[in-house]
Nanobody, 123 residues
Framework: QVQLVESGGGLVQAGGSLRLSCAAS????????MGWFRQASGKEREFVAR????????YYADSVKGRFTISRDNAKKTVYLQMNSLKPEDTAVYYC????????????????WGQGTQVTVSS
């Protein structure tokens, strides 16, 4: 089992940047496929980005491609989401998620979720 704790959210003006972190504890972090999701008020949760166990493969939602970068440091048991050129429509609670497995890519359900961190982008 793995526990996930997100941090780094906050209030930022449009065009600004934030870096979210997701610290993991528990089983070997390197054996987990990791994802970032977000949920805006009144909307369904949506996929943002995902990264395989080694960090060699990353995937992004079209809405964030070119602006967001997902990365991981297995030694620090942490996955990051660097968010640049933020827009008001990026406002949401951001969640990281983990699924055990050495997948090249994974689009199924995730077994483990963090509590979320709020990102608010003002116009």
């Amino acid at each position: 089992q793995v526990q996930l704790v997100e941090s780094g959210g906050g209030l930022v003006q449009a065009g600004g940047s934030l870096r979210l972190s997701c610290a993991a504890s528990g089983r070997p972090f390197s054996s987990y496929f990791m994802g970032w999701f977000r949920q805006a008020s009144g909307k369904e949760r949506e996929f943002v980005a995902r990264i395989n166990w080694s960090g060699s493969n990353t995937y992004y939602a079209d809405s964030v491609k070119g602006r967001f970068t997902i990365s991981r440091d297995n030694a620090k048991k942490t996955v990051y989401l660097q968010m640049n050129s933020l827009k008001p429509e990026d406002t949401a609670v951001y969640y990281c998620a983990a699924q055990r497995g050495y997948y090249v890519d994974y689009t199924g359900d995730y077994d483990y979720w963090g509590q979320g961190t709020q990102v608010t982008v003002s116009s």
